[in-house]
């Protein structure tokens, strides 16, 4: 048991996970935060959306309280320390990129509200939803001066007054 675990930490230790593209800590934290809330949250409206005898309801309910798991599961491993394979779980949920959880996250949040649209799923993915947008917002990146933009129209400008020229030369 240890051997295992040895090469998972070696495992995990040679690949860089992908949250070091630029995220600040504290966007990072509020980005697990946002998961945590976002999973408590589907727990406690998928389990009210449970309580009903229509079908699709109940169908929405249990996918809510699956993205609760999934979403601790991913977000914060320690809540769920004795389910055996969470750390290794975690671990390759850290190695994807930030727009990769964006899409994951925002998509288990949609499916509970296409099954069924009531205001019990529209509030209990809200957050989980919110959290893929924080992870999509960190894969755009951050905002540049208006310096520094500058700076590169103006370098593109140039370059392209150089290829204007090349041509008008190519062609006398």
Not at 55 to 77: Q, R, S, T
Not at 111 to 127: M, R
Request: aromatic fraction near 10%; proline fraction near 3%; charge should be negative.
């Amino acid at each position: 048991m240890s051997g295992s675990g040895g090469a998972a930490a070696a495992s995990a230790s040679s690949a860089p996970p992908a949250q070091e593209e630029g995220m600040t800590w504290w966007y990072r934290w509020l980005c697990r935060l946002s998961g945590v809330l976002g999973a408590v949250s589907c727990a406690i409206s998928g389990l009210f959306n449970c309580i009903t005898i229509h079908p699709l309801d109940i169908a929405a309910g249990v996918w809510m309280i699956m993205n609760a798991f999934i979403l601790l599961l991913c977000e914060a491993p320690f809540c769920c320390q004795f389910v055996e394979f969470a750390n290794t779980v975690a671990e390759k949920v850290d190695r994807l990129r930030s727009w990769q959880k964006a899409v994951f996250y925002c998509g288990m949040a949609v499916v509970p509200i296409v099954i069924s649209l009531s205001l019990t799923t529209l509030l209990g993915n809200a957050i989980a939803f919110a959290t893929g947008v924080l992870y999509g917002l960190s894969a755009l990146g951050k905002k540049g001066d208006a310096i520094s933009y500058a700076r590169i129209q103006q370098q593109r400008q140039q370059v392209d007054e150089e290829k204007l020229a090349e041509t008008l030369e190519g062609e006398l």
